[in-house]
């Protein structure tokens, strides 16, 4: 049995490095598990992986669940993007479904994996080699770890807590249903006499 070992790299960190070790024979999904364990991502989010020629641009989708109802029939084949040719309608497959040494026959592979599509964190990996799986070991695995990620970039999707409790305290909650009641606009419902009697 053979195993893949990738490097990880995050433009938005300097020198940021994650080395991850994975079976041939093991999917996407576990490759998704030990990138957001490793990285230091929740998990909570959705992914998606994206096998690129050797200039990054995209080949096919891998997505963690079913997403092929959100292409669009009749988008152009391709788009350009900051500098990068981007193919719209690219196969899509999903991460329990693909097996690694199913999907991957460059032997440098480049895979783009994108966590959070609302708050886009995008992370590089580069196949660095494929070796003879060793007895006694356990993968996958992160076998090297340099630079974390900033609260910022982590949390990017969540209010600030002290920022909620500052901007809403009881005070002013007292406040605002005081002033329901003392407004002088108030809609005139009349007296029960106006609705006369059953």
């Known amino acids: 049995m053979f ?5 990880v790299y995050f433009d938005e960190v300097e020198d940021f490095v994650r080395d991850i070790e994975i079976l041939a024979n093991d999917n996407f999904e576990s490759l998704h598990n030990i990138l957001y364990k490793s990285i230091g991502l ?5 992914a998606s992986f994206s096998l690129c020629d050797s200039k990054w641009n995209k080949q096919n989708e891998i997505t963690l669940i079913d997403m092929k109802d959100d292409e669009v029939e009749d988008a152009p084949e391709y788009e350009e993007e900051d500098g990068y040719t981007t193919k719209t309608h690219l196969p899509k ?17 480049h895979i783009l994996y994108e966590y959070d599509f609302l708050n886009p964190k995008v992370f590089y990996l580069e196949l660095m080699k494929v070796a003879q799986a060793q007895d006694g070991i356990e993968y996958p695995r992160c076998t090297h770890k340099a630079q974390e990620l900033p609260k910022a970039i982590k949390n990017a999707h969540l209010p600030d807590p002290d920022e909620l409790i ?6 002013d909650i007292f406040d605002d249903f005081e002033d329901g009641f003392n407004d ?3 809609l005139d419902l009349g007296s029960i006499d106006d609705y006369g009697s059953y």
Do not use: A, V, W
């Not at 195993?3 to 490097?7: A, H, P, S, V």
């Not at 929740?42 to 959705?46: D, I, K, Q, S, V």
């Not at 497959?93 to 991957?104: A, D, H, P, Q, T």
């Open 166 to 171: 500052e901007d809403l305290t009881k005070d």
């Open 3 to 7: 195993y893949y070992k990738f490097r």
């Open 42 to 46: 929740e998990g909570n989010e959705l």
């Open 184 to 186: 002088e606009d108030q």
């Open 93 to 109: 497959y999903i991460m329990k479904e693909s097996i690694l040494n199913k999907m991957i026959s460059d032997p440098h592979q």
